[in-house]
């Protein structure tokens, strides 16, 4: 028996032979796609067991909606969605089991943000691109996942505010809030990096 | 600059605020040089994080990836395994326990029914005639709880015996 190549056939051809049955299309989606899905998982998680863990839910969770699959944004856009879903959904199980720190409480409540002086040097100006990646990466990871999720939701999804606001359970205000201080924490954070690399 | 204005700001830069209240913050930038360098600021987050997921991939192969997202979609679609067919006897219990429940209280049902003492045959009492002797007759009044046994004698076969041996006086 011999299997079909499905490395040039376009993702929707895919989904509609998927959505037949066909597991060798799906293995092809999965193969095009698994990097960003594991991307989007491990920025949110931060840790790499877990996101390899959500993104394989992801892949099999989609596997069992995909006859829910419209067509009404891309494939890729699709998966994103219920990667993101699980992650948040991991993330409120964690935040249930662990002690609030001090400082998330402290992000919580504002104001933080307001006190921040402007950063008026790009901080990442003249950087690599690889050397980029890791300070945003360290820079995120000492963000609260609030903070973080809202930011990527917004960034990296392209969501407007009611969109972040349903997906994440809270007021537009609520998402303005969060997004504000993630952006200006940010700032700082990438600004303190700069610093201590140049001493 | 209070906190309302950087918000309206950030709603700015996001393209959140309908035309007129835009053209307004527009305004207000060009005048005000610390809400311009806000702008900047918040502006300088948004290119960093552009890109910044780029080169990241999952640290397992694709085959290896595939064969564990497959081996769960088959283990989660197989159908749930069929129990063992019940033994002869296990499945003969089955009907044989509520029967014999049923049969239970039925006899239950049936000694209740029946006035106490009385366990068969008619309310005046019953007549037995002894096949073995034709002689002897069984009465048995169940109410007032007595038995008479009536005994002709001779017994009429013995009479008859008699007239045909000539004996009788």
């Known amino acids: 028996m011999t299997v079909k190549d499905h490395s040039s056939t376009d993702d929707q ?121 890791q300070r945003i990466n360290r820079a995120l990871g000492q963000l609260s996942y609030e903070h973080r999720t809202v930011l990527l939701l917004h960034e990296f999804e392209e969501m407007e505010y009611k969109e972040i606001a349903r997906t994440m359970d809270c007021s537009i205000g609520t998402v303005m809030s969060r997004l504000f201080y993630a952006r200006r924490k940010l700032a700082v954070l990438l600004a303190d990096l700069k610093k201590q690399d140049s001493v | 600059m209070d906190y309302n204005e950087q918000l309206r700001l950030q709603a700015f830069l996001d393209g959140e605020l309908p035309e007129a209240e835009a053209s307004k913050v527009a305004n207000w930038l060009a005048r005000d040089r610390e809400a311009a360098a806000m702008l900047e600021e918040l502006r300088h987050t948004c290119d960093a994080l552009a890109g910044s997921e780029e080169g990241i991939q999952l640290p397992e192969s694709r085959e290896f990836f595939w064969s564990k997202v497959q081996r769960e979609i088959q283990r989660l679609e197989a159908p749930a395994p069929r129990s063992a067919p019940a033994p002869l006897f296990a499945r003969w219990r089955r009907f044989l326990v509520p029967a014999s429940a049923l049969a239970l209280v039925f006899v239950a049902a049936v000694w209740l029914i029946q006035p106490a003492g009385q366990t068969g045959g008619t309310a005046a009492g019953d007549i037995e005639t002894a096949l073995a002797n034709a002689g002897a007759f069984t009465y048995r009044d169940y109410s007032a709880g007595a038995t008479l046994v009536w005994i002709s004698y001779p017994a009429d076969n013995e009479i008859a015996e008699s007239d045909e041996m000539g004996t009788v006086d």
């Open chain 1, 13 to 133: 051809t895919l989904v509609r032979a998927a959505q037949q049955g066909d597991m060798a299309a799906f293995e092809e989606l999965v193969a095009r796609h698994r990097d960003r899905i594991y991307a989007r998982a491990y920025s949110m998680m931060r840790n790499e067991e877990e996101a390899i863990d959500l993104s394989q839910e992801a892949w099999v969770k989609s596997w069992q909606r995909l006859a829910q699959f419209q067509g009404e944004s891309s494939f890729g856009t699709w998966m994103t969605r219920i990667v993101i879903n699980l992650c948040l959904d991991q993330l409120r199980k964690q935040k249930r089991q662990r002690t609030e720190s001090i400082e998330a409480m402290d992000e919580e409540s504002g104001g933080v943000e307001r006190q921040m002086p402007v950063i008026t040097v790009n901080p990442t100006a003249g950087l690599e691109r690889g050397e980029l990646r």
